[in-house]
């Protein structure tokens, strides 16, 4: 076989496994999964890859800069803040603080609103019109602003900050926003699904209307569930960083991404790793779970798949 003809294999065969990988990245969410699988193992692991504990300072360090600028140091991959604590450390922790706050919210928001949206479109007439206006009601209000109020009532004290209203609260805060999204899409799925004839048949077989909502019809609106909980995750990581940068979180000095933000504002100019790194952070794990949620719906919905 002649050298032109190996030459003309070799490059239809490297042409081939190049349209192949670039359709498996297509077809799945490679790219955002590693990034997202690397984040999460990250901060899960984070007491064994940090350097140092998140609250442990050095006032000799402060303000270093990450490695690859003049003065950074190996010791601290990514600088130092103002006090000297390292910032590598203080994301990892902060990130474990934030990813929990934001998934015990999501559950939190995930039952109580497909719970409502099942209620809402099985039952209909008045349950379903009360239901319905206060969703109505709440997606007109503006969040930041009833947030700050709660927190300041839950704190008993009007005329004091806001700062440090703990992990607890901030939860609530975020079941708060995601309950809604889940109302009105789980009551248009339930709408069509109380119609099926195998609802109808467990009605006249004498299936209780607990059994109905949770056994037949909850199956049915998964899919639906499942793509707003990972489309909202990262609303939800956007919205925990927003209160924290506000002073509404776990209480200093226990680190999150937003207050790590938060702390770094006033060294933008000659510090700007501070704020930079946790924002980064939160860039790349919103990031992901967009394209991962952006995926998640392609697949569940035919009409929307491209390959």
Do not use: C
Request: net charge neutral; glycine share 8%; proline share 6%.
């Amino acid at each position: 076989m002649s050298q032109e003809v190996l030459d003309s294999l070799t490059g239809a065969t490297r042409r081939n496994i190049f349209v192949e990988s670039w359709a498996f990245i297509r077809r799945w969410p490679v790219i955002p999964g590693v990034i997202l699988i690397v984040l999460v193992v990250s901060v899960a692991f984070a007491p064994v890859l940090s350097p140092q504990g998140p609250l442990e300072n050095n006032l000799r360090d402060r303000l270093l800069p990450p490695i690859g600028f003049e003065g950074g140091q190996w010791s601290h991959p990514l600088g130092t803040d103002p006090i000297g604590r390292d910032l590598l450390s203080r994301v990892l922790y902060g990130g474990r603080i934030s990813i929990m706050v934001a998934i015990v919210a999501m559950v939190v928001g995930t039952f109580v609103g497909v719970t409502l949206g099942l209620i809402a479109g099985y039952f209909g007439k008045i349950v379903d019109e009360i239901i319905m206006r206060i969703v109505d009601i709440w997606f007109a209000l503006p969040f930041l602003m009833v947030a700050l109020l709660i927190a300041v009532m839950l704190r008993g004290d009007s005329n004091s900050s806001v700062a440090g209203t703990g992990a607890p609260t901030l939860m609530v805060l975020l079941a708060l926003i995601v309950w809604s999204s889940y109302v009105r899409y789980v009551r248009a799925e339930v709408l069509s699904l109380k119609e099926r004839d195998y609802i109808q048949l467990a009605k006249v077989a004498g299936a209780s209307t607990f059994r109905i909502l949770f056994w037949h019809i909850l199956p049915g609106v998964i899919n639906t569930t499942l793509v707003i909980a990972t489309l909202r995750a990262g609303q939800l990581i956007l919205a925990e960083a927003s209160l924290s940068f506000l002073g509404v979180g776990v209480p200093p000095p226990e680190p999150t991404w937003g207050s790590m933000i938060s702390d770094g504002r006033e060294y933008l100019r000659d510090a700007w790793w501070v704020s930079v790194m946790p924002g980064i952070a939160i860039f790349l794990l919103v990031m992901s779970l967009n394209f991962v949620g952006d995926w998640m719906r392609d697949r569940f919905d035919p009409r929307l798949r491209q390959i």
